[in-house]
């Protein structure tokens, strides 16, 4: 009967520990862009070669974003932006 206790505080915690976010991917050799976090949970999308994205390159930092993020994505939102050369995505990997 003792145990009893501690497995009902191990479970919370366990649950918790499950639902961090993970890191985010290192760069990939394929893909000419990094992502950095941002507050609040999203990411910001840069390329390497020093040129910078432009407002209309949402479409090729989208899948630069996917393919950082890995199989799931990045999730995209109403409210993902461009600010001086990078993308912000603020619903970040899903």
């Not at 050799?29 to 390329?47: H, K, L, T």
């Amino acid at each position: 009967m003792r145990g009893l206790p501690l497995l009902s505080l191990t479970a919370p915690l366990a649950a918790c520990v499950a639902t961090a976010p993970a890191p985010l991917a290192p760069a990939r050799p394929d893909v000419a862009a990094e992502a950095q976090p941002v507050a609040g949970g999203g990411i910001r999308i840069s390329r390497t070669d020093g040129t910078g994205y432009a407002m209309w390159d949402g479409a090729p930092a989208r899948r630069d974003a996917d393919a950082l993020c890995g199989g799931k994505g990045v999730r995209a939102s109403i409210y993902d932006r461009f600010e001086a050369g990078t993308w912000v995505f603020v619903g970040g990997c899903a």
